[in-house]
């Protein structure tokens, strides 16, 4: 079973950088890994994802393409996500998971693996 621990979060103002990271432990299957974002009285969106087999195939959500890097080390099995230029806009719980789907577009099906998230919160 594996299990997801993300770290990073913290209170920045705009315009500042902060560095996720998740951390697997546990059986690692191989599979498409996101960032999910959730922030208050709003549903989850998917933030960006990245394949377990090749770190070039990436997705990223609109409104955060440019600003946020997603990345990976398969040697720790842990995940990153590099977030630049944050904005207000970007405050919510950030989650990790694993088994997300691709197409249509990106997904987290039920059955995904999911973090307990971390909180980033960026003032104006």
């Known amino acids: 079973q594996v299990q997801l621990v993300e770290s990073g979060g913290g209170l920045v103002q705009a315009g500042g950088s902060l560095r996720l990271s998740c951390a697997a432990s546990?059986?690692?299957?191989?599979?498409?890994w996101g960032w999910f974002r959730q922030a208050p009285a709003k549903e989850r969106e998917f933030v960006a994802g990245?394949?377990?087999?090749?770190?070039?195939?990436?997705r990223y959500a609109d409104s955060v393409k440019g600003r946020f890097t997603i990345s990976k080390d398969n040697a720790k099995n842990t995940m990153y996500l590099q977030m630049n230029n944050l904005k207000p806009e970007d405050t919510a719980v950030y989650y990790c998971?694993?088994?997300?789907?691709?197409?249509?577009?990106?997904?987290?099906?039920?059955?995904?693996?999911w973090g307990q998230g971390t909180q980033v919160t960026v003032s104006s």
């Open positions: 998971a694993a088994g997300v789907l691709f197409t249509p577009t990106p997904y987290a099906p039920r059955g995904a693996t």
């Open positions: 546990g059986y690692i299957f191989s599979s498409n």
């Open positions: 990245v394949s377990w087999w090749s770190e070039n195939k990436t």
